[in-house]
Every structure is written in C-alpha cells, then in structure tokens.
C-alpha cells in the first residue's frame, strides 16, 4: 500500500515578502515585478492625499513597470525631501538586488564594506526574505521563534534566572495602547481584535499556535540554557551559514569559556562582540556587564578544511549579549563576515 503523502506545512510570516519571489536552481531567491511593486506600496512610498503631481506621476510609472529607468528630472520632481530620499534608496536597492541577481548574493556583498548603504530596515526585510526561503520546510515553532531576531530587535528580561525574549516593538505598542497599534498592518486575519493578543511564553503545550500567529510577532522565547528556544536557536545559526557559505557548523550551548586554546570568537550583536574581545584580551569585565552575555556557543566546523589553517580542528565560540537597556539586536552578518573560513566570500 502507497504512504499517505505528507501533510503541507502551515504558511507563515507572511509580511517577509517570499511569497511574491522565486527560487533560482541554487535555491536562492531572485526578485519578481510584484515584490518591487510591494515596496512602493508601503507608506515611505505611497503617496499621500496631498502628494504632488510629481510624486504621482514618479509612483504611477513605477507601478506599471518597476523596472524603469528613472531620470534625475523625475526625482526633482517629487517636493517633499524625505520622500526623495525614500526614492533613491528603494531604487538604490532595486538596482542592486536586479545586478546581483539574489537577495543572497545582495546581502553578502553589502557587508564586505564597513559602511553599510541601506536603512536597517531594509536590511532587516532582507534577512526577514531570506530566512523565509531558508526555513520553508521547518516544521518546529521554537526554530521559527528563534529565527525573529535575525530581523527583529528583542526586549529581554530576566524572571526567576529564565532569560525571556519578547519583540521589543510589540512590547512598546502594547505597553503604550493594550493592543497592536501600528503592527495591525501585519495582521494577516484582520478580524482578530487587538486585545486578544497576549505575550505568551512559547511552550511544548502552545507551540503549535504559533502558525497561526506567527506575523504578529507576539510570543516570548524562553532562551534559557537547556531549554528547547536555546537549542532552535543553535539549528537556525547552522541553516544561515550552510545556506550562504555552505559550510557545515555544529552549534552546542555552553554556561562558560574553559579552553585555553580559545583562538576565535564571534559575537551576534556589538555587545557580545565588545565583552568577548575584552575577555579573550584578558582585561577585567565587572559583573554586571558580564551578566549581559545571555548565551554562548562552542561552535565546531563538521570539515577543519573550511578554515583558516591557523585555527583548523579548533572550536571557536559565539557569544550573545543585551545592551545596558536591556535590548538584543542580532547581527546576522557577523557569522558571514567573521569566520575563520579558509576561502573569500
């Protein structure tokens, strides 16, 4: 008798903009008319009521062909400075993703220089893009939760030693309106009312909600050491280095550095990075911005040959901090920028 075949897996994150891309043979992501077009609907670039006729006329040219060269008479046109600006960076990054060829091939190369044309935002939509493209066939929630901070930053708190995520965004608007506020445009059903939505700490008893909840950007992530958000975290790490270096990386969670061969360490976010490079310079930390560092990783390359040979066969360490605010921004480009890798990228 024929297996059943497999059950698709819910959509989610809807808002990332995948569905209005496509996938090349390698499995990158290669840009479509309508995702253009889904740019110059958002409110940076749609004009308003009072907008002018320039600006109208701009925005209408780019809605029947978002492709289309566009003159320096045409942005003069538009009166509003701000709106001009808008322009030139939305087709700054048309151009770019059109030259490249994939989101992929766009995100690497705008690191390879240490000033970084392209508003965070933007940055942050790419990641969102890529990392729907990357986990298409990801069937665990907490790996989904965890990925959120690659584009999106976190408020962290500490309850009872727990080390509790929750989207700083969602935390704001909702400490400010009991509701969503400005996130309402990423509800995807948009009869849910605003104060049905509760920060739940995401659990094995309520994980399967978060398919449905998944734009909303509203479920807490327990990164506790053993505990299942920690480990996700490790898996989505491992899948954005395999996909962009194809290179095959085996992350573990540890509570300390002991390693006195320690020769290599990345940090995910400018915190960790500052606190691991004063450690490993053997200066003094005091305590509290050691407490900082929420986790760290003992990280092994599956094949030596992918690294420098300086430090080939040795583990390297990652490390993950909040800021004196208590924020968590992931930098994502730091695992594509900072290996010890053998080759160029």
Known sequence: MAEPPAAALPDFW???????????AAGHLTVTDDFFRAYLERPELRPAEEAEPGERALHDKLRAAPRADVTVGELAAIADADTRDNYRVFLGLRDRLIADGTLEKTYLTLFKTEAVALPALMLDHLAHAILRNILADCDDPFALRAAELFFRTQKVTIVDGAVLLADEETVEVTARTGGLGSLGRLLIDSDTPAHAVTLDVLSV??????????????????LSFTRPGLDALCRVLERWVAHFLG???????????????????????SESSAILNALYRGEAVDEARLR???????VQFADPGDMQSAVAGKPIYFGLATDA??????????LLRNLPLAREI
């Open 247 to 269: 290179v095959a990386l085996r992350i573990e969670p540890v509570q300390q550095i002991q390693d006195e061969r320690w020769s290599w360490h990345v940090g995910l976010d």
């Open 292 to 298: 900082r560092l929420i986790a760290l990783f003992r």
């Open 14 to 24: 809807l808002s990332s903009g995948f569905h209005r891309l496509e996938r090349d």
């Open 205 to 222: 008893e309520n994980a399967g909600a978060y398919w449905q909840r998944s734009d909303r950007f509203d479920t807490v992530l327990d």
């Open 325 to 334: 605010n208590q924020r968590l921004r992931l930098k994502p480009q730091n």
